[in-house]
């Protein structure tokens, strides 16, 4: 019998220089590739804040991916919030 995959979903908060750097579109463009659905979106303060949901281990690269970014941001700490799976999105965006 077949193990079903646990299912993730976190809300990051991403300091650093991440805004003007492409961070949302390259973590969109992440996001899709590995499966993960949710949003991504600019703060008031600066930061970049992500709501993702998926298998538990493609989250995790998520996650991963977002202590570095893309080549042009400095991220300085991620912050990672766990909170119930509820499957409530259908793909990845970049919400404005």
Not at 7 to 19: A, D, E, P, T, Y
């Amino acid at each position: 019998m077949a193990q079903k995959t646990p299912m993730k979903r976190v809300h990051l908060i991403i300091h650093g220089l991440v805004q003007g750097v492409f961070f949302r579109s390259q973590a969109c463009e992440k996001a899709r590739a590995l499966g993960v659905t949710g949003w991504t979106a600019n703060n008031a303060d600066g930061t970049v804040a992500i709501t993702a949901e998926g298998p538990s281990n493609l989250v995790e690269q998520l996650i991963d991916w977002c202590h570095s970014g893309p080549s042009t941001s400095r991220v300085e700490k991620v912050d990672v919030e766990e909170s119930t799976f509820t499957g409530e999105f259908e793909g990845f965006e970049i919400r404005y």
